[in-house]
């Protein structure tokens, strides 16, 4: 169900085990786990401003709508980071896979092709 909702605060478990608090089977979590690793370049376990850049650029998604790229990346991080500490990390890639940051569906659109 794409429009399930996790919280914050719950826990996913270690990458590629499933947790039963977020109603990810071990290959849905594991799916989303290998693309968030695809666009954590530098392995920190959590996607920045310049990661995220590299990744709309080498995929064409920079110029698409006539909107400054800096400006959809800021607009998206804000939108995403719940936390508020300038990073995607995976729990917040999840909800944001799923659906669950309005306004932010551009972004899950982009990652999906990842």
Known sequence: DPHRTLTMDEPLGSPGSADSSTNLDKDEEQDLQNIFNILDIDGSGK???WELRDFLQTNDMDDDDGVDLDEKIKQGM????VDGDGYIEFKEFV????????????L???M???
């Open 112 to 114: 999906r092709t990842a």
């Open 108 to 110: 899950a659109s982009a």
């Open 47 to 49: 996607i920045d401003n």
């Open 95 to 106: 909800q944001l896979m799923f659906g669950n940051v309005h306004g932010a569906e551009w």
């Open 78 to 81: 804000e939108l995403v980071d």
